[in-house]
């Protein structure tokens, strides 16, 4: 989920100095090598990064609200209801218990905003050409967007890992987007049942007032992470998705109610922020009133993989990736806000997050990479959403905060991490600046 926004001349000479030190900030490339030549710190640029980081602050000079709706700081309860074993979704099926009211009232208390609930509908519906989908899990999906809704916390849901792909051309689900590129009759057949499984949904949820958001998809994408058969096939990939989106909108409007004016989520390919960039054509909505989805895990190496152990420019370099750093990270914000916010079309980030690492020292670092995005986003205009599996362990994919079950923080660092972004994201104090979070980078 990551896309970006609009023009402006200057802007554009700001992008174009920049350009040739950006990286590739897909969550899934890995096309940089390692550094494996250690430094303490990158000290012959200290200037001119500094430098930079003013110019970044100069740049986010933007209204208070510049877009009619925003999630604002948020949080995904992930691993839960698109939790799947077998083909089945199953709530609890990947270790954690049910959630509850109590964990939503916690999410808000810590000073999140909003929720994203990732739902997996694989295993609950049924065959074609109804395509019925179970009132159970229905009906439980239901229940837990009441317990955002009673927390007061504005609510995403979505069709999660229906289009799950975990190597090139191997699909888990059934939103199979190589097939339906290079087959007709597979494309067909999918948007038939999108328009059916958004249609119920839809009107289950009918009644529900405009704090809940329906996203059209995941990270759709062939099992190449946005480096598969996308490429190389004259942007047919894109396209299906493009119509696939299109249908999403459709269904739900179609349903009248509250469902005519609720905001949409619309993802772009794989959630990345460049293919969705330049190639995202957003539907057709006689609302207007849709938002685009992008994930932001620049560097996974560091922030999914714990590869890297430090990030920014006080890291060591043997212990950093050599892209996804400070300046690449407003780069891309500050393109997102061009095409986009620039132009009234919210954004947000779907997903973002940090794995827990084993010592303090290199929390420190943890908390420095979540507090210096949650402060550019916020000054992008970009709302951001943090990825919480459960997983109260270290290492990789590690990134669980709070007890599913009575809301309480997991361990200390989890509060501490959610006091980094709280901090980067909510703080009004207009002292507080990107340039102040960046000059208490952690020391080596």
């Not at 190597?167 to 087959?183: H, M, P, R, S």
């Not at 994408?221 to 058969?229: E, N, R, S, T, V």
């Not at 600046?433 to 980078?441: H, P, R």
Request: proline share 2%; net charge negative; glycine share 8%.
């Amino acid at each position: 989920m990551k896309r970006t926004k609009i023009i402006s001349l200057g802007i554009l000479a700001l992008c174009c100095s920049i350009f040739i030190q950006c990286k590739d900030d897909d969550k899934s490339s890995s096309e940089t090598e390692p550094n494996t030549e250690e430094t303490d710190t990158n000290t012959d640029n200290e200037q001119k990064d500094d430098d930079e980081q003013k110019d970044d602050d100069k740049q986010t000079d933007t209204n208070e609200e510049q877009t009619t709706f925003s999630l604002g700081l948020g949080w995904n309860l992930g691993n839960q209801l698109d939790a799947n074993n077998n083909g089945v979704a199953n709530e609890t099926c990947w270790g954690n218990p049910k959630a509850t009211q109590a964990l939503f009232d916690a999410v808000k208390a810590a000073g999140f905003s909003s929720v994203r609930i990732p739902v997996t509908w694989l295993g609950h519906i049924g065959d074609a050409p109804d395509y019925t989908i179970e009132s159970t899990w229905l009906n439980r999906v239901y229940e837990v967007v009441g317990y955002a809704e009673n927390a007061n916390l504005k609510a995403i849901i979505n069709i999660h890992h229906d289009g799950a792909a975990s190597t090139k051309g191997v699909y888990n689900g059934w939103l199979q987007i190589g097939n339906a590129a290079t087959d007709a009759s597979v494309n067909e057949t999918t948007k038939t049942e999108i328009a059916a499984v958004w249609t119920q949904i839809a009107n289950k949820f009918k009644d529900k007032g405009d704090f809940l958001v329906f996203e059209a998809f995941n990270e759709i994408h062939d099992g190449g992470w946005g480096w598969g058969d996308n490429r190389y096939d004259g942007g047919k990939q894109y396209a299906v998705l493009n119509e696939w989106l299109q249908v999403f909108v459709d269904a739900v409007r179609a349903t009248g109610g509250n469902n005519a004016t609720r905001y949409l989520g619309i993802p772009g390919y794989d959630t990345d922020a460049e293919i969705t960039l330049s190639s995202l054509t957003l539907p057709t909505d006689p609302a207007n009133h849709l938002l685009v989805a992008i994930h932001y895990y620049s560097p996974y190496e560091y922030t999914l993989e714990d590869q890297y152990s430090q990030w920014g420019h006080t890291a060591a370099s043997s212990k950093n990736a050599t892209y996804g750093q400070e300046k690449d990270m407003t780069t891309i914000f500050q393109k997102i806000k061009t095409k986009y916010v620039d132009n009234n079309i919210p954004v947000y980030l779907g997903e973002f997050g940090c794995v827990r690492r084993s010592d303090e020292k290199l929390e420190l670092f943890r908390r420095y990479y979540l507090e210096y995005l949650c402060k550019a986003a916020k000054e992008y205009g970009i709302s951001a959403i943090f990825w919480d599996n459960g997983s109260q362990s270290t290492g990789r994919e590690s990134s669980g905060l709070f007890n599913r079950s009575t809301g309480a923080y997991l361990n200390t660092d989890a509060e501490k991490a959610v006091g980094a972004m709280t901090k980067g994201y909510n703080t009004t104090d207009e002292d507080y600046t990107l340039t102040t979070v960046y000059n208490n980078a952690p020391k080596q």
